[in-house]
Each structure stands twice: as C-alpha cells, then as structure tokens.
C-alpha cells in the first residue's frame, strides 16, 4: 500500500471553464473573449431556476410592475389563466441573467437587444432554464481590442415550451486573458 505522506505531488489537471493559478489552485473564468465564440454554437445555461413568490412580488415592485393580473391572485383567478402571471419583464430578467455568466461575464457593453418574443406564460413553480446559439463572433471595426458577438438566447420551463427569445449583440474584449490580468479576476 502506498503511504499518501511521501507520494510526490501530482500535477492535477485543470477542470474545464477554470484556469490554473498554482499547482493545485484553480480560478473559474467567467466571460470570454471574441475567440471563444463560433457561430452555431449552442451554449446550455444552468443552473436552471424555480420562480417563487417572492420573486414575482419583490421583483414586481422593484420593477414597478404591480398590475393585478400578477400580484392579485383573486383577480388573477378570473383570468384566462385561472392564476397569477409571472410579470414578462421578470422572465426576461430571470433568463437574461442566467445566459450571462459566460457569454457576456467580461461584456464592455450591451449593443442591442432586438426581436423578443415572449410565446408561452410563466407562473411560479415554474423552472426555467435557458440557451444560446452564437449567431456571429467578430472583431470590432472601430475598436479592434474588442469583439462583438450576437447570439439568440432562448428561454424554457420545466414542460419544454419556449417562453422567451431574443437576440442580443455585445461587446467582448478580444483578448480575456489580458483583462483578467490586469484586474487579477
């Protein structure tokens, strides 16, 4: 049996989306750059995520969405739905934020959002997760040091219907390595 205590170090790989700081010390990369983007690539987001009440009330009133139809669960029991909304604005949020971490973690800026479609209603308990295909990756004309990307990015609960697309252009640098670098992140 070998004894653990005078084993010699060994070189431990990096796990995929980290990069090595040390011999055992990993940093997880959030965001890329202009390269790490190819055009028909679809990224799955998670970690998916339940909308609760408190996300529809807190949200709503932070928003300053406070329509019946999604905070008055009598009114909204007259509805179509028979039940409370989920507020659009709130499952943009929701899905826009979990698509973010990676395609859009080092962003300089957001270019454009364009052509969002909300096709099927969210009500709590619903789990959403989300997606997103790169539709272009390029460098900057004007500003070669950046890249912009488009991608649609597609939202979907727990049943497997679509609740939100969108596309989005931003600006990524070109170069992550160096602006992690520089901001030791």
Same mark, same amino acid.
């Given at each position: ?20 700081? /040390? ?26 995520? !339940? ?19 999604? %905070? ?26 979990? /698509?973010?971490?990676? !395609? ?12 969002? !479609? %909300? ?7 619903? !789990? ?11 460098? /900057? ?22 609740? %939100? ?5 931003? %600006? ?14």
């Amino acid at each position: 049996m070998n004894d653990p205590a005078s084993a010699r170090p060994v070189e431990i790989a990096a796990p995929p989306a980290f990069r090595r700081l /040390s011999s055992n010390r990993f940093r997880e990369n959030i965001g890329g750059g202009v390269t790490d983007f190819m055009p028909g690539m679809i990224l799955e987001h998670r970690p998916a995520r !339940t909308v609760t009440d408190a996300d529809v009330v807190l949200m709503g009133t932070f928003i300053g969405n406070q329509v019946p139809i999604h %905070l008055d669960h009598e009114f909204a029991r007259s509805s179509q739905w028979g039940q409370p909304l989920v507020c659009s604005l709130i499952t943009l949020c929701l899905i826009g934020g979990m /698509s973010t971490r990676f !395609t859009s973690g080092l962003t300089v800026a957001n270019l454009e959002w364009r052509h969002i !479609t %909300l096709p099927a209603p969210v009500f709590v308990g619903d !789990t959403l997760h989300a997606e997103s295909e790169i539709l272009s990756a390029r460098l /900057s004309g004007s500003r070669p040091h950046l890249g912009v990307i488009t991608c649609a990015t597609r939202g979907f609960k727990q049943t497997g219907d679509c609740v %939100l697309r969108y596309e989005r252009s931003f %600006l990524v640098p070109a170069d992550p390595g160096a602006v992690r670098a520089a901001a030791d992140y």
